[in-house]
């Protein structure tokens, strides 16, 4: 699970390198949000029915602009956040 809010607030920051994000998280209710970030614009709404298994992100930038060691903290960090065991 994934505290969606804190996720797009890090993710939409210009350092990351990201001209965009997609895919599909579960919040802290367990239930999918279908997640779009283009520039720094993010939207959230609640993922089709048929969204099942593990939380899953694209990260879509420049070559060689993108931190992954970066945006691997992001999302783990988002991800212990929403469990209760991060910042």
């Known amino acids: 699970c994934f505290d969606v809010e804190l ?3 890090r993710l939409s920051q210009p350092e990351t390198g990201l001209l965009r994000a997609k895919g599909f998280v579960k919040d802290p209710t367990g239930r999918f949000v279908s997640f779009q970030l283009v520039g720094r614009r ?3 709404e609640p993922a089709p029915e ?3 298994g593990q939380s899953r992100l694209v990260f879509i930038g420049p070559e ?3 931190d992954r060691e ?3 903290a992001i999302v783990d960090a988002c991800e ?3 469990a209760g065991t991060g910042e």
Do not use: E, F, N
Request: glycine fraction near 6%; avoid cysteine; charged fraction near 20%.
């Open 80 to 82: 212990r956040k929403a």
């Open 42 to 44: 993010v939207r959230t």
């Open 70 to 72: 970066a945006l691997t």
């Open 64 to 66: 060689g602009q993108i």
């Open 7 to 9: 996720l797009s607030q």
């Open 50 to 52: 048929w969204i099942d």
